[in-house]
Structures are given as structure tokens and as C-alpha cells.
């Protein structure tokens, strides 16, 4: 296939290819640290096992793009097995010595063409839109998606804490004041494996996040998470090498789950923490669960990882209430993305 300046050559990734495999997390690593410079860098364990150990309820293609026997870029699609089967999520990174030169079109291409081969009618692709010091120019993601005829359906904006100012007498004390503000219910907290008490409470809880968080115009269908999802992804997290630190909101009249959240941290970039959802049970919001679940977790990371350098979060960039809470914590605005999508004919 020739497009533009560079013919592209495009394998199918499998496990077994082992020399793929590395090839893949090193353009990975490079893309990484050129795009986002301002960040610890990626796992990468975490990278040489995301074929071997993929998310129960989904699918997933990885190929590997060559001009010339050079690996030039890499197009992953990710195909939902359990909801949203219209649906289809890509990836396409080109090797920052390869970008202008028509590679990035041609793996676009090759991406919307693996959707429509597995039946599914809409593509969708995040991109970074901008970020502290790095040059507009850099940012041609939502040129090319914009020229596909894709629409931006949904604003987020990555937040920042920076650990190493945060005083952990202060999150105390935020803390206490949430609890007062929560008094009918208790805390279950966790480290990699949730309790079998609570796992189908928080179970159902992940299933509210499309529901329950602002969505845009994004056309994603609520997610199916039962007890036996969620210990799928357990295994996956582990079998990745990351830590995950969870905490859980129990009304304890009647023992329901009124809310969670959980984060992760990789075990070969101990300094980087990655949060994950933050919900809680709309009939038990206005108690200030959300800062109680927040600061609890955070203090317990404080202690079990004292690497820890920073937090990362993303919002809805309409998601006024989490925000407030994320910036009580001290978390600053970072960079800003959008899903965009496309309708396929």
C-alpha cells in the first residue's frame, strides 16, 4: 500500500512474536516520551504484556507498520465483546522521524478498514489536543480525525496532583471533615482484590459510569461489569505488574456499595499513580462520599507507596462536581483530550 512519501507495509501482531512484541513497547516508550515529555514515561511491562493479558470483554488487533524494514508506526482496535459491539476503539502512533510523510493517513486508513471487517459501524480515537510544552504542530491528531470526517463528541481534561507537596495532616483533616458529613456509613478498603462482600456492589457501580458521568455526544452504551469481569480484570492488572488500591462506601443500614474508586500504580514506575473511576449511588450523593473515598485512598497510597510523585485523573471537562472535589485535593489542570468518532457508511 502506497500513500504519500513512505509505502507501508502492515503486520498482524501476535504473541508469539516475541521480537514484535518488543518492537511495538520501544516505538511505544519513544512515541511516549516525544508526546508527552512532561510525564515519568510508560510501563514497560506493562507493554510487553498488554497482548498476553487483555481486558475480559474485549477484543483486540495489533499491527505493526514497516516502510522499508523500519518500524514506523503501530495501529491497535479494540473490539467490545460484551456491550457496545457497533463500536470499535483505535490507536494509531507514528515514530516521531516518520510523521509528515502520508504514514499516519495510510495506518488510519488500515484502522477504519479493521473496523468495518469486524462489523462494526463507528470508530472512535482519543487524542491529546494540546499540553504544556509541547508545539501545536505536534498535535495533528484531531487534523487527521477532523479530515476523515470524524466529530469531537467528548471534552476531557487531565488533572495533576503533585504528591510532594501535599501534606498528609491536610488530607486528614479533609478527610474527618467528609466523615462527619457521612456518619451512616463505613469504609471497606482493599489492595489488588476486592472483597467478595463487596465486589458485586462495586461491580455495579463500574456499570453506572457511562450513566452516570457526563458523556458528550459520545456514543458508548453502558458497560456490563459483573463479579466475574471485574476479577478478570484483577488478574489482568496483576499479571501486567500493577498495584491497585481501592476503597468502598458501605451504607451500613443496608450494606449497600454507595460508592468506590480506585487507582493503580505499575511496579516499574513506582512514581506515577493513574486513577481510575470515582462514583457513587446518585440516592447517596450530598454526603461528601466522594472526598471521604478520595482522601481515604490517597492517605493509604501515601504510606504503602512512598514513591509516589503524582497522581493523574481525567474528567469530562462539564463534570463540575468531580472537578471540585479533584481541585480541593490540589489536583491542576494538565492537558486536554477529546474521543472523537466516526460513522462508518
Known amino acids: ?61 495489533h499491527w505493526l507498520a ?66 504544556p510544552g509541547v ?23 487531565r488533572r495533576r496532583l503533585d504528591l510532594t507537596t501535599v501534606e498528609s495532616r491536610e488530607v486528614e483533616r479533609q478527610l474527618d471533615r467528609a466523615a462527619a458529613a457521612s456518619p451512616g456509613y463505613h469504609l471497606v478498603s482493599w489492595v489488588d482484590v476486592v472483597p467478595d462482600g463487596a465486589i458485586e456492589g462495586v461491580a455495579t457501580l463500574e456499570s453506572r459510569m457511562v450513566t452516570d458521568s457526563p458523556m458528550g455526544d459520545l456514543a458508548w452504551e453502558p458497560e456490563l461489569h459483573d463479579a466475574k469481569r471485574w476479577r478478570g480484570m484483577e488478574a489482568v492488572l496483576t499479571g501486567r505488574g500493577h498495584r491497585s488500591y481501592g476503597c468502598a462506601s458501605v451504607h451500613t443500614d443496608t450494606g449497600t456499595v454507595a460508592g468506590y474508586t480506585m487507582c493503580t500504580v505499575a511496579a516499574d514506575v513506582p512514581e506515577y499513580v493513574d486513577q481510575w473511576s470515582t462514583i457513587v449511588l446518585p440516592e447517596h450523593r450530598g454526603h461528601r462520599l466522594g472526598l471521604r473515598l478520595k ?19 481525567w474528567n ?30
Not at 318 to 345: C, K, Y
Open 1 to 61: 500500500m502506497t500513500v504519500g512519501r513512505l509505502a507501508v507495509d502492515l503486520c498482524l501482531l501476535t504473541t508469539e512474536d516475541a521480537a514484535g512484541v518488543a518492537a511495538r513497547a520501544d516505538l511505544q516508550t519513544v512515541v511516549a516520551h516525544h508526546d508527552f515529555p512532561y510525564d515519568p514515561g510508560p510501563s514497560r511491562r506493562n507493554l510487553l504484556a498488554q497482548l498476553a493479558y487483555p481486558f475480559p470483554g474485549s477484543d483486540s488487533e
Open 66 to 131: 514497516y516502510a522499508a524494514g523500519v518500524l514506523v508506526g503501530l495501529v491497535d482496535v479494540e473490539l467490545p465483546t460484551l456491550d457496545n459491539l457497533e463500536n470499535a476503539t483505535v490507536e494509531v502512533l507514528v515514530h516521531p522521524a516518520h510523521r509528515a510523510s502520508g504514514v499516519g493517513r495510510q495506518l488510519a486508513d488500515h484502522a477504519l478498514a479493521r473496523t468495518r471487517a469486524n462489523g462494526r459501524r463507528r470508530a472512535i480515537i482519543e487524542i491529546c489536543e494540546n499540553g
Open 135 to 157: 508545539p501545536p504542530e505536534d498535535r495533528t491528531g484531531m487534523l487527521l480525525a477532523r479530515s476523515f470526517g470524524a466529530e469531537r463528541a467528548l471534552a476531557d481534561v
Open 295 to 313: 482522601t481515604s485512598n490517597q492517605l493509604r497510597l501515601l504510606e504503602l507507596e512512598p514513591a509516589a510523585r503524582m497522581i493523574d485523573t
Open 316 to 345: 469530562a471537562a462539564d463534570n463540575s462536581h468531580m472537578i471540585a472535589v479533584n481541585e480541593s485535593l490540589g489536583f491542576r489542570a494538565l492537558d486536554t483530550w477529546a474521543e472523537w468518532q466516526l460513522e462508518l457508511p
